[in-house]
């Protein structure tokens, strides 16, 4: 009987002190990112370089649009991927994502041959849905579990490439809006309370997608309300001031376009 | 418009995108009067992407055939699997061969950011049906940016976007060419040079402020 009570006594500690632990940990992650700033405007010339030999970003894609804005701040004209590694994360089904994806690349491969630059190197991995539309409400959780499996392997799997030999893990992760987004901010985040991941990797930068002027999405919402994105940005001053975040500006339009035939035939 | 021995073509393209359908719209660029409306402005090809609104346009247009106004071409298609690659690049301004055409669009953003990808004029026109009526506050945003011009359904308000549209072209043209060098594009931050850092005592004043 005592030893009984005892072994409940010492679970609840267990349970008790955990949850602290946990609840700490949660909190100061929570205060370092506060501590974190971005530039969201020029301060000096457009950098030639990045800041570190190797890099590894990952880009959270989903649904056309979304993609379709991603890629377009991306295809700025920059072209400097020495030692560079891109993975992209998109949903299960979701061809026109990948689609364009592959003409983007396509196009990158274009403009750094020309330039004389490497391209760096890209992988794309493909996660199940954690919602589809018109699903319901009830098998939500399941089909979310599901995918927040698939994202912890995204993320935990290193490229298969010599930048995947030195890092491991993302450096930064971008995402414009969609659902899986979040997702993938809240395995990072669960990570990093396990301290799986190391605080100053997987850094998320959340940029609002253009189409949102007035107000936030529901993605944007929560990673504004939860504080667990490491930059949050919106694109227009309307939403920026509603909800006292920083205005990027219309990254969109960072796009650099081409001659028609040239590289946009390129992408088709 | 019959003058030149060698007439140059003018694509308008209506799109009212993939999913919902608007058919207040399709009804206006059907109507005969926009139909003259756009040849006199020296178009000769009038495509109309229909979307789930297919079936009935393509029936109103072949019971209209003997109305479309001589040297205009109207056609109606579904949907393309590609709006850019295979339709919008017919409105641009080829050498000997065609001049600059039209978009008349819903306000959807992937045909807006398409539109603006090949520097191609753009008239929105919200359809006020939608859930919160979020196309005209992206109207809105685009007329007032110089980025398009907006209207409504209505047969007339088209007529005059059109109108205005031509002479807006002509004032922004700047704007829409690539890569311009003004100001404005340089003080945006290339995704590329986005970094959240610690801040650091010496550097944290005039960077969080643009």
């Known amino acids: 009987m005592a030893t009984k009570n005892t072994t409940t006594a010492t679970r609840a500690l267990i349970i008790t002190f955990g949850g602290l632990g946990i609840a700490i940990r949660h909190l100061q992650l929570w205060q370092q990112r506060r501590r974190r700033q971005v530039p969201w405007s020029h301060t000096r010339e457009r950098v030639k370089t990045r800041e570190q030999p190797n890099d590894y970003y990952l880009f959270v894609l989903g649904s056309g649009g979304h993609t379709k804005e991603m890629l377009m701040m991306m295809d700025d004209g920059f072209c400097h991927f020495e030692n560079f590694h891109r993975r992209y994360l998109i949903s299960s089904g979701d061809t026109m994502s990948l689609n364009h994806l592959t003409g983007f690349e396509n196009d990158i491969k274009v403009l750094c041959e020309k330039e004389g630059q490497s391209p760096g190197t890209y992988d794309t991995k493909v996660v199940a849905r954690a919602r589809r539309v018109h699903q319901s409400l009830l098998t939500t959780p399941f089909s979310a579990l599901v995918s927040l499996y698939g994202i912890f392997q995204v993320l935990l799997s290193p490229p298969a490439n010599d930048v995947g030999k030195t890092l491991r893990i993302p450096r930064l992760i971008f995402s414009n809006g969609p659902a899986t987004g979040f997702f993938v901010g809240l395995a990072v985040h669960i990570l990093k309370v396990l301290y799986i991941i190391p605080e100053d990797r997987c850094l998320f930068v959340y940029i609002e997608s253009w189409a949102r002027i007035t107000s936030l999405s529901l993605t944007g919402k929560l990673f504004h309300f939860t504080g667990i994105a490491d930059a949050f940005a919106v694109q227009h001053e309307e939403v920026a001031k509603r909800y006292s975040v920083s205005n990027a500006g219309p990254l969109v339009f960072n796009y650099k376009r081409r001659p028609t035939g040239s590289a946009i035939g390129a992408s088709s | ?210």
């Open chain 2, 1 to 210: 418009m019959t003058t030149s021995s060698k007439q140059l073509e003018r694509c308008c393209l209506a799109t009212v995108g993939a999913t919902v359908g608007f058919p207040k719209l399709i009804n206006t660029v059907l109507e005969t009067k926009f139909w003259e409306h756009i040849r006199a402005h020296g178009f000769t090809s009038l495509r109309i992407q229909c979307g789930p609104d297919l079936p009935w346009a393509s029936e109103y247009l072949s019971s209209h055939k003997d109305q479309i106004p001589p040297g205009l071409n109207v056609e109606v298609f579904g949907l393309s699997k590609n709006l850019m690659l295979e339709e919008m690049v017919l409105c641009k301004a080829v050498a000997g061969k065609s001049v600059q055409g039209l978009i008349v669009s819903h306000a959807g953003t992937g045909t807006i950011l398409d539109a603006w990808k090949l520097g191609l004029p753009i008239i929105v026109v919200p359809n006020t049906d939608l859930l919160d009526d979020h196309q005209s506050e992206m109207a809105r945003y685009l007329a007032r940016e110089g980025y398009a011009t907006q209207s409504s359904t209505d047969l007339e308000d088209l007529q005059g976007a059109i109108d205005k549209s031509n002479r807006l072209w002509e004032e922004n043209e700047n704007r829409w060419q690539p890569h311009s060098t003004s100001s404005q594009v340089h003080s945006r931050i290339s995704l590329w040079e986005i970094s959240p850092k610690e801040v650091r005592r010496e550097e944290n004043s005039q960077m969080v402020h643009d």
